[in-house]
């Protein structure tokens, strides 16, 4: 009997020896999978990593322009006389590109510096910011027309006013010394309203909500803290709105929503997404259809309402032609033209901005 008893216990005891072996086992394979899953996934975060900061061009292309050949180096300067007295000839035509004359710095001639500001937006529930090219020799007590100047995909307040190659202290400098506008305040906000301070934007239908919701951004928080805040010269006449890419994207749709609050228009190499379609990077939803991208019955249209693209666009394609002719069947009156040769770059933008102030000088000469 007792032989019995012990052969049962030194069983028992060799299947707990077994048991434990099998899951000390077991749990050897899965402390190597859960290596080998961090490992993986540590290598996917590099390798993204690598991409993104590969990338670094490629996303400044989505925000504010490809860099271009064409550009006059940074830092170069013409003197007045090289400039001519009046490089631009005062009329209501289109340029596809803008002069040399008006895109470079003329030696004595002092165009401001862009700064940085915040503002609490009630939209977003936080504090964002700004950047804000006043004339040089601003003061308090004069009146200056505004252009809010909206960047691209993945971009933020420094994108425009922080890329040298778009010339906009250069453009309008030179439009003012030369007599053609009113000296004029630049504002560059950040475009993505997220109410989520941890969202970012992204190629995929939810990441690019925040650039719709800048509509009321705009209009409810930023407009009226900058108008308090400077020198603005109030009414649409005075307002002027452009932006390139995703912010010629924002540009239009902001333009057929509010067309009262905006008197001069500008949307460069505009952005798919205004109607539903699907393109190389992701599908749109759309902000509305087609019938419905138009002015209402009863609105109050821009004075000038301008859409314009390279001919060699390598990111937003046909896009901007395809809202050019849906506006056009639509009856809503605009200006569209493209810029030969051009890509989703720096000669766009500066063509684009050249444009639009070479038409705010011909209605103010008028």
Not at 20 to 46: C, H, I, L, P, Y
Not at 237 to 261: D, H, K
Request: glycine share 8%; net charge negative.
């Amino acid at each position: 009997m007792k032989r019995i008893i012990l052969m049962l216990m030194a069983g028992i005891l060799l299947m707990l020896v077994a048991c434990g072996g099998k899951e000390r086992e077991e749990a050897n394979v899965q402390e190597q999978n859960d290596t080998n899953v961090a490992e993986e996934m540590e290598s996917r975060v590099d390798a993204e990593s690598r991409t993104q900061a590969g990338n670094t061009e490629d996303l400044r292309a989505f925000a504010s322009g490809i860099g271009t050949a064409e550009e006059s180096a940074e830092g170069s300067e013409i003197t007045p006389e090289q400039a001519g007295d009046t490089p631009v000839t005062l009329t209501n035509e289109i340029e596809e590109r803008c002069p040399a004359a008006i895109a470079t710095a003329r030696a004595g001639l002092d165009y401001g510096e862009f700064t940085h500001g915040t503002y609490y937006s009630e939209t977003c529930g936080m504090e964002r910011g700004y950047t804000i090219l006043l004339p040089a020799d601003y003061t308090a007590e004069g009146q200056y027309p505004v252009l809010y100047l909206l960047h691209g995909i993945f971009g933020d307040e420094y994108s425009m006013s922080g890329d040298p190659n778009n010339k906009i202290r250069e453009i309008l400098g030179n439009f003012a010394a030369d007599g053609l506008i009113e000296e004029t305040i630049v504002v560059c906000p950040n475009m993505y309203a997220a109410t989520d301070p941890d969202m970012k934007p992204g190629f995929d239908a939810e990441s690019v909500l925040p650039y719709d919701n800048f509509i009321n951004d705009l209009v409810n928080d930023l407009m009226p803290f900058i108008e308090s805040t400077y020198s603005v010269r109030t009414g649409r006449e005075n307002t002027y709105l452009a932006g390139f890419s995703m912010g010629g994207r924002e540009t239009i749709y902001i333009t057929l929503q509010r067309p009262e609050l905006f008197g001069y228009v500008c949307a460069i190499s505009a952005a798919p997404g205004i109607v539903p379609t699907a393109d190389k990077f992701m599908t749109h939803d759309g902000q509305m259809t087609e019938e419905e991208m138009r002015f209402a019955d009863d609105a109050v249209e821009p004075e000038v309402f301008i859409l314009c693209c390279g001919t060699k666009d390598s990111v937003v394609g046909e896009y901007p032609r395809s809202y050019h002719e849906i506006l056009e069947r639509n009856g809503a009156d605009h200006i569209w033209y493209e810029i030969t040769g051009a890509d989703h770059d720096n000669n766009a933008i500066r063509s684009g901005l050249y444009n639009l102030f070479k038409q705010i000088a011909f209605d103010k000469a008028q």
